[in-house]
């Protein structure tokens, strides 16, 4: 689906191309161990229940991010990234997954667990934080929640 200037794919984990889960794990190690130094095994099963997001530009992605059931009202988002940054491509992406994800799977809510930095980002988009702060890998965190209406 396109919005604006951005084409979104979204695909369960076996609707993924080989090309397409090499690209989504190399967008993920350079934001999240490269970039931010994160230093856990990113590949870490959940994938194969996810629903996968993105969109790509000259063959890498661009904008990514992984939603998974919780239960039947609640889907957790996260490994969200959008690279390059503040160019407005990671709202495009919250807003698509926001419209999307509840029609494709019946979610009341969306939760995730937020880097404490990128809290005011996410009030923009109407989540909550409903946790103390914490750290997950040495960053601080919050959980986040968004009613879906």
């Known amino acids: 689906m396109k919005t604006d200037e951005y084409t979104w794919i979204i695909k369960n984990f076996d609707e ?31 994938d194969y229940s996810c629903i996968h997001i993105f969109s790509t530009k000259n063959d890498k992605i661009c904008a990514y991010l992984r939603a998974y059931p919780v239960d039947t009202e609640t889907i957790k988002i996260g490994r969200i990234l959008a690279v390059p940054h503040r160019e407005g491509i990671g709202t495009a992406l919250m807003e698509y997954a926001i419209k999307e994800l509840p029609n494709r799977t019946g979610c009341k ?13 996410y009030e923009k988009l109407g989540f909550l934080v409903t946790s103390d702060e914490y750290l997950e890998e040495g960053i601080p965190h919050v959980d986040m929640c968004l009613v879906c209406h």
């Open 16 to 46: 993924l191309t080989p090309h397409e889960i090499y690209a989504i794990l190399r967008a993920r190690a350079e934001v999240f161990v490269k970039e931010q130094g994160i230093r856990c095994v990113d590949p870490d099963g959940a």
């Open 109 to 121: 809510k969306i939760i995730m667990d937020a880097q404490k930095h990128a809290v005011p980002f």
